[in-house]
């Protein structure tokens, strides 16, 4: 069994800032990501309030910060973490690919993309259904095509489809958006449709989407729109499950509980990044990542 003082779980920008100062802390650490480095960041159209950046696609960002902590710490791809249990001083961690031994561990692991649970959805990902625009945008170029939602990812997926030529409306199901006021003002001044009170019922098509079912949730009216793409951004859903099943406290919502130190209620686990909940900013991401390392720190030289 590998035996290390911190073990980070997710390789997004919380993850990936715990393993640059961990790293760079000389603890003998690593990072296991169960798909790429990134995390959801990685599908962001463009970052405009990230300090140093005028404007950044997310890809471009996440691909820096993935490669500076490369200097300092492994980072593991496409392994999953299936088990974290407490051994008295140690969190022994079982993944899809070994067996680790740890002192600390910081929960870096974010949260996944919630599901409409409509007809279709899952059969259509991949073939019209997509939850990044900077991803598929292009494949879509001229053609007809729906976000659903309306809060911030909606609004901006919106916006980067419509400015790459794509014929695109939103879908949302109530009469406002909850994005920020800049997002619904530049919707509104580039004239981005919107069909209000709306729900998507179910998705139809062959080889591909080719049109949607809707219901007017005001008027009781249900319709069929020809579409080429539907992009999905109706908010996410924490992966916590692994931390609370250790015995980590989570909230209501499923949110793993901290203190200010981004330690939870068990000794040595720690967690950081959108997992906490929160304001989902990526300098916060970073931020809490930051913390949580230097206090896991703190915590490796107490117990060593
Ligand atoms: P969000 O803010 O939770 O918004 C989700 C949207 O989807 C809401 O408009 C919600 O409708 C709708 N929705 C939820 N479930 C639905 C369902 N089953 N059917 C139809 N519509 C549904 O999610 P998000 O936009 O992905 O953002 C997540 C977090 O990241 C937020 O905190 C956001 O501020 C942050 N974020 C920030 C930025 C930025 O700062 N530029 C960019 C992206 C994301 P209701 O409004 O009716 O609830």
């Known amino acids: 069994m590998e ?28 990072i296991i990501e169960k798909n790429v480095k990134g995390g959801n960041a990685n599908t962001a159209p463009v970052i405009l309030n990230y300090p140093g ?14 490669k500076q902590a490369e200097k300092y710490i492994e980072i593991r791809e496409s392994e999953e973490v299936l088990e974290v249990q407490k051994n008295n001083k ?29 007809k279709g959805e899952t059969e259509f990902v991949g073939k019209g259904i997509s939850y990044c625009s900077i991803c598929d945008g292009m494949l879509f170029k001229d053609r007809e095509v729906i976000v659903v939602g309306g809060g911030n ?4 997926h919106a916006l980067h489809l419509h400015d790459i030529g794509v014929n695109v ?26 069909l209000w009170n709306t729900v998507l019922t179910e998705i ?39 931390a609370s099943e250790l015995g980590v406290e989570i909230n209501s919502n ?12 068990m000794d040595g686990v720690f967690a950081a990044g959108d997992i906490t909940g929160g304001v989902n900013q990526l300098i916060v991401s970073c931020g809490e990542g930051a913390a949580a390392a230097v206090n896991a720190y703190d915590y490796v030289k107490q117990v060593e």
């Open 3 to 30: 035996e290390y003082d911190v073990i980070i779980v997710g390789a997004g920008p919380a993850g990936l800032t715990a393993g640059i100062y961990a790293g760079r802390e000389g603890l003998k650490s690593l």
């Open 53 to 66: 950046f005028n404007s950044i696609p997310g890809l471009e960002l996440l691909k820096k910060i993935g």
């Open 90 to 118: 140690k969190l022994l961690l079982t993944t899809n690919k070994a067996k680790y031994s740890t002192t600390a561990i910081i929960f870096c692991s974010g949260t996944t993309y919630r599901k409409l649970g409509v």
């Open 153 to 156: 990812s909606a609004a901006e």
């Open 169 to 194: 409306k939103i879908i949302h199901r109530r009469d406002a958006l909850r994005a920020q006021d800049y997002l619904i003002k530049k919707i509104d001044d580039e004239g981005i449709p919107i």
């Open 204 to 242: 139809e098509g062959d080889m591909f989407v080719k049109s949607v079912k809707i219901h007017n949730r005001k008027t009781g009216e249900d319709d069929v729109l020809k579409v080429n793409g539907i992009f999905i951004a109706v908010g996410e859903n924490p992966n916590s499950k692994i």
């Open 254 to 265: 499923n949110y793993i509980i901290t203190d200010k130190y981004y330690k939870t209620n």
